[in-house]
């Protein structure tokens, strides 16, 4: 782990730095899941500021107000919103018992067992510089590899923002832990680019790329936060 420091000390410090509230930060994600040589994809907008967030993917769009305690829930093509309460979500954790019975049932989670990351190479992501890591696992019935491309930015608070909409894109936790222990040392690292390939004796790989497309300062919209006037609140 403290090559893989070592080297990322040497990336450019590119990424926009945050000034204050009068500017928005846009970024960009493309989630493409391939099975079967199908694609499905899936492409997530974010703008953010200090308490606000707005999230769109597809005609459904995620207004987080910090500043006024709420989320809204937005339908574009029905022209329609709700409105709930921010909440703070107690985490559960699985006692060793209840991992006994992961088989039971028609749902499968792996608990990968990961091996030790290398560096692949020096790279470019969305016209940034980055370094390219590789790490794999084993589970009970699956062999799991992930690339993740990572560079270094100024800003801890966009770091961690668009480490978290990459991190929830791979899934479990388990599946975030080479990711995790990497960023966790380093808050100034940004996930770039992950490639999640997944495979087993009796089924077809399944391949996952997900990658940031556009990340950048933007002037803020006035109703970039707020809902449409025109929406009506559904029941």
Same mark, same amino acid.
């Given at each position: #782990?403290?090559? /893989?420091?070592?080297?990322?000390? =040497? !990336?450019?410090?590119?990424?926009?730095? +945050? &000034?204050?509230?009068?500017?928005?930060?846009?970024?960009?994600?493309?989630?493409?899941?391939?099975?079967?040589?199908?694609?499905?994809?899936?492409?997530?907008?974010?703008?953010?500021?200090?308490?606000?967030?707005?999230?769109?993917?597809?005609? #459904?769009?995620? /207004?987080?107000?910090?500043?006024? =305690? !709420?989320?809204?829930?937005?339908?574009? +093509? &029905?022209?329609?919103?709700?409105?709930?309460?921010?909440?703070?979500?107690?985490?559960?954790?699985?006692?060793?018992?209840?991992?006994?019975?992961?088989?039971?049932?028609?749902?499968?989670?792996?608990?990968?067992?990961?091996?030790?990351?290398h560096l692949v190479k020096k790279d470019t992501v969305a016209n940034y510089s980055c370094y390219h890591f590789l790490c794999t696992g084993d589970a009970d019935f699956d062999?799991?590899?992930?690339?993740?491309?990572?560079?270094?930015?100024?800003?801890?608070?966009?770091?961690?923002m668009v480490n978290s909409v990459m991190m929830n894109s791979v899934g479990s936790p388990n599946k975030q832990e080479p990711l995790t222990q990497v960023i966790d040392k380093?808050?100034?690292?940004?996930?770039?680019?992950?490639?999640?390939?997944?495979?087993?004796?009796?089924?077809?790989?399944?391949?996952?790329?997900?990658?940031?497309?556009?990340?950048?300062?933007?002037?803020?919209?006035?109703?970039?936060?707020?809902?449409?006037?025109?929406?009506?609140?559904?029941?």
């Amino acid at each position: #782990m403290r090559l /893989i420091i070592f080297f990322l000390f =040497g !990336l450019l410090n590119g990424v926009p730095e +945050q &000034a204050s509230d009068d500017f928005v930060f846009y970024i960009k994600i493309t989630n493409v899941r391939n099975y079967m040589n199908l694609d499905r994809t899936t492409v997530t907008e974010m703008w953010t500021v200090t308490d606000k967030s707005c999230t769109l993917i597809n005609q #459904m769009k995620n /207004i987080v107000r910090k500043d006024l =305690g !709420l989320i809204y829930l937005i339908n574009l +093509q &029905a022209k329609t919103y709700s409105i709930d309460s921010i909440q703070t979500k107690s985490t559960q954790t699985l006692s060793k018992n209840a991992l006994d019975f992961k088989y039971i049932g028609q749902k499968y989670n792996p608990e990968y067992e990961w091996k030790k990351p290398h560096l692949v190479k020096k790279d470019t992501v969305a016209n940034y510089s980055c370094y390219h890591f590789l790490c794999t696992g084993d589970a009970d019935f699956d062999q799991i590899s992930l690339d993740y491309y990572l560079t270094k930015t100024k800003d801890k608070s966009f770091a961690e923002m668009v480490n978290s909409v990459m991190m929830n894109s791979v899934g479990s936790p388990n599946k975030q832990e080479p990711l995790t222990q990497v960023i966790d040392k380093d808050k100034n690292l940004m996930i770039l680019k992950i490639i999640e390939k997944v495979e087993n004796p009796i089924s077809p790989r399944i391949t996952t790329t997900i990658a940031i497309d556009i990340f950048k300062k933007t002037l803020p919209d006035k109703e970039l936060f707020e809902v449409p006037a025109n929406f009506r609140k559904a029941n």
